[in-house]
């Protein structure tokens, strides 16, 4: 009796701290109740957006961030390329950021959304030299003819 009791409750405590990790991953983003089913959406695409920039950001892979560009983008990459740059230009400027800072990890921590703009934050951790530094990544999405666009990426 007393082994079935300890198995339950070492099984409740599993399940908590399980899903504690889970949304812990997505306290990024705070969710939140729309009046309608189309803001609804609305919203939950633009987070669908961020989730693959990181991908991106996460695999190195421009593959997964390019369908999100503007014609024109705004790029601050660690000052190294600083302006606005069409489709084409921002594809080549962000693969050889991944070239020259290879990815560790990246992790958003923090956003904001409004009818037309998104904000997110995060951490990405490159290696170079044998070391493991830090960039933090911007990325501001806008909302344009239903979808949610890169208007500018900063890397400090």
Known sequence: ????LNYIILSFLL??????????QDSWWKDKKYKSEEKQ??????????????????????????PYFQNEIYL??????????????????????????????????NSSRSEKYAFAMGKYKYKKGGFISTYTISVSLKYVNDLWLIDQIIVN
């Not at 957006?49 to 991908?55: E, P």
């Not at 190294?80 to 290879?102: D, L, M």
């Open 1 to 4: 009796m007393k082994i079935g």
């Open 41 to 66: 959406t609305k919203f939950n695409n633009c987070k669908l957006a961020f989730m693959n920039i990181a991908d991106g950001l996460m695999y190195s892979n421009v593959t997964y961030i390019s």
């Open 15 to 24: 399940l908590v701290c399980i899903q504690t990790d889970l949304i812990s």
């Open 76 to 109: 601050n990459l660690q000052n190294n390329e600083k302006g606005y740059y069409n489709r084409e230009q921002s594809v080549y400027i962000i693969e050889s950021f991944f070239a020259n800072y290879p990815v560790s990890s990246f992790k958003w921590k």
